[in-house]
């Protein structure tokens, strides 16, 4: 038989004819008609938009914990809030405390409020 000929043939099979034909070789011949990993990147259909490395990060309070005080203070040295502005916005956690900030300060806030108790989530 051609090359043709077997292009002919599996082109008037069923969808599920197909799924048989391939598991029927994998087993005759002992391999996978799944794409190895290292060769799906290579692959064409496989490449998508580049993944972008998160820049910026929303610093969110989930829970303020049992020093409000001092969860209020670090919020206030954290932020140009004043201090009602910081005590409405731990009163109301979940709640943003900062966004749009770079991960080096995220995470230096993030340690801020923990020190105090506070449970903190980024973005």
């Given at each position: 038989m051609?090359?043709?000929?077997i292009i002919e043939v599996v082109e008037k099979m069923t969808v599920l004819e197909?799924?048989?034909l391939v598991k029927a070789l994998?087993?005759?011949f002992g391999v996978s008609a799944a794409m190895p990993m290292?060769?799906?990147?290579t692959a064409p259909a496989a490449q998508a938009?580049?993944?972008?490395?998160?820049?910026?990060?929303?610093?969110?309070?989930?829970?303020?914990g049992d020093r409000k005080v001092q969860v209020i203070?670090?919020?206030?040295?954290?932020?140009?809030l004043g201090l009602?502005?910081?005590?409405?916005?731990?009163?109301?956690?979940p709640s943003l405390?900062?966004?749009?900030?770079?991960?080096?300060?995220?995470?230096?806030?993030?340690?801020?409020?923990?020190?105090v108790g506070a449970k903190i989530e980024i973005r």
């Open positions: 051609k090359k043709e000929e197909l799924a048989e994998e087993e005759r290292m060769m799906a990147g938009v580049p993944h972008e490395e998160q820049t910026e990060f929303d610093v969110i309070l989930k829970e303020v203070k670090a919020v206030r040295e954290v932020t140009t009602k502005e910081a005590k409405e916005l731990i009163e109301s956690a405390v900062k966004e749009k900030t770079n991960k080096i300060e995220a995470e230096e806030i993030k340690a801020k409020l923990e020190a």
